[in-house]
């Protein structure tokens, strides 16, 4: 591991300071906007909490950043990518305290295990990972350690799982909490990695919002501890505890129910709103699926998981059909009355 005292010095202002680093990420998103409006705050303004976000740099002025810190020797994010988590965290939990780590290019874990040290000397109390090393090209036992020392120093270690449907490093690490993603709804999105230990957390098909991955369900996770950390002052085991079981957020216990079948197989879900409201929704899809879903003749779905329609009075009773090509994959009838 390369000592913390070699890393240098290049630049300093009286609102960031600049950390020049060695450390490659691969980041867990899918490409498109954020809204962090939809992510409802976990509690009211309590104490200041820091947390260290290692990412892709933040946009100047950007709210509750406190520290920024780069690989590159500028202060121009290197994609949108940061500012969207650290909205997200800020969401969660208004008095989050955020150190921006600003990385760039492919992963290189020996440097992943440096940025944590890195944030447990600027004095994380949390630390959000919205990212994925792949292709198993990393040193885990280097990394390993670098979580394990953060954790005997009370910081709390909080992973995106990946979106590529199986649990990638640092989300699959002893003592990191990995994140996978739900709907608004609380069902699976269909690219995210699901196993046993897994917290799930919103990360896909909300209102208002393009962007999805786990990614930006991690940051909610994050900034969630960091409400629990500013509200009740826990720290270590107690802190996990306590997150793991937070209302907002839920459990994986099996991945079973979304492991690869040979036959593909989908489910719908036909749901009553208000007044003559219908909401369908496309359960056990999977990344790249070119599905065609119809509800009586009408085609009213390609590719996304769901669209509510209106119905007309006269109608009691709807069928819809999910089909892929000139393949039938579910179908189901429903009462209205």
Same mark, same amino acid.
């Given at each position: 591991?390369?000592? *913390?005292?070699?890393?240098?010095?290049?630049?300093?202002?009286?609102?960031?300071?600049?950390?020049?680093?060695? $450390?490659?990420?691969?980041?867990?998103?899918?490409?498109?906007?954020?809204?962090?409006?939809?992510? %409802?705050?976990?509690?009211?303004?309590?104490?200041?909490?820091?947390?260290?976000?290692?990412?892709?740099?933040?946009?100047?002025?950007? $709210? @509750?950043?406190?520290?920024?810190?780069?690989?590159?020797?500028?202060?121009?994010?290197?994609?949108? !990518?940061?500012?969207?988590?650290?909205? &997200?965290?800020?969401?969660?939990?208004?008095?989050?305290?955020?150190?921006?780590?600003?990385?760039?290019?492919?992963?290189?874990?020996?440097?992943?295990?440096?940025?944590?040290?890195?944030?447990?000397?600027?004095?994380?109390?949390?630390?959000?990972?919205?990212?994925?090393? %792949?292709?198993?090209?990393?040193?885990?036992?280097?990394?390993?350690?670098?979580?394990?020392?953060?954790?005997?120093?009370?910081?709390?270690?909080?992973?995106?799982?990946?979106?590529?449907?199986?649990?990638?490093? /640092? $989300?699959?690490? /002893?003592? =990191? &909490?990995?994140?996978?993603?739900?709907? @608004?709804?609380?069902?699976?999105?269909?690219?995210?990695?699901?196993? !046993?230990? *897994?917290?799930?957390?919103?990360?896909?098909?909300?209102?208002?919002?393009?962007?999805?991955?786990?990614?930006?369900?991690?940051?909610?996770?994050?900034?969630?501890?960091?409400?629990?950390?500013?509200?009740?002052?826990?720290?270590?085991? $107690?802190?996990?505890?306590?997150?793991?079981? !937070?209302?907002?957020?839920?459990?994986?216990?099996?991945?079973?129910?979304?492991?690869?079948?040979?036959?593909?197989?989908?489910?719908?879900? +036909?749901?009553?709103?208000?007044?003559?409201?219908?909401?369908?929704?496309?359960?056990?899809?999977?990344?790249?699926?070119?599905?065609?879903?119809?509800?009586?003749?009408?085609?009213?779905?390609?590719?996304?998981?769901?669209?509510?329609? !209106?119905?007309?009075?006269? =109608?009691?009773?709807?069928?819809?059909? +999910?089909?892929?090509?000139?393949?039938?994959?579910?179908?189901?009838?429903?009462?209205?009355?």
């Amino acid at each position: 591991m390369v000592p *913390l005292r070699k890393m240098i010095s290049v630049f300093m202002s009286d609102s960031c300071r600049v950390v020049l680093l060695g $450390a490659l990420l691969a980041f867990a998103v899918a490409p498109a906007s954020v809204s962090a409006a939809t992510y %409802t705050p976990q509690a009211p303004n309590g104490a200041p909490v820091r947390v260290c976000m290692p990412d892709t740099g933040v946009a100047d002025g950007t $709210a @509750g950043v406190v520290e920024r810190l780069t690989a590159t020797g500028s202060l121009e994010p290197t994609s949108p !990518h940061g500012t969207q988590m650290a909205a &997200i965290i800020r969401a969660a939990y208004p008095s989050a305290q955020i150190v921006s780590v600003q990385r760039s290019g492919g992963p290189t874990t020996i440097t992943i295990a440096e940025v944590i040290d890195l944030c447990v000397a600027r004095g994380a109390q949390v630390i959000s990972m919205s990212f994925t090393l %792949t292709d198993g090209g990393y040193d885990r036992p280097a990394l390993q350690a670098a979580v394990d020392r953060a954790r005997a120093a009370g910081v709390l270690l909080v992973g995106a799982a990946g979106n590529e449907r199986r649990i990638e490093a /640092p $989300a699959d690490l /002893p003592g =990191v &909490i990995g994140v996978g993603a739900v709907d @608004g709804d609380g069902d699976t999105c269909a690219f995210s990695a699901a196993g !046993h230990g *897994l917290l799930m957390a919103l990360g896909c098909d909300v209102e208002n919002v393009d962007s999805q991955g786990t990614s930006d369900a991690a940051a909610y996770v994050a900034g969630t501890a960091a409400a629990i950390i500013g509200t009740q002052g826990l720290s270590g085991a $107690a802190l996990e505890s306590v997150v793991r079981a !937070h209302p907002g957020l839920r459990g994986q216990a099996s991945e079973e129910a979304f492991r690869p079948s040979v036959t593909r197989k989908v489910q719908i879900a +036909v749901k009553r709103l208000k007044g003559r409201r219908v909401q369908i929704k496309v359960l056990g899809r999977q990344r790249g699926d070119v599905l065609f879903v119809r509800a009586g003749k009408r085609e009213i779905m390609r590719r996304n998981g769901r669209v509510v329609l !209106h119905i007309p009075h006269r =109608v009691h009773r709807i069928t819809v059909t +999910v089909t892929s090509e000139d393949t039938t994959l579910a179908r189901v009838t429903r009462r209205l009355r």
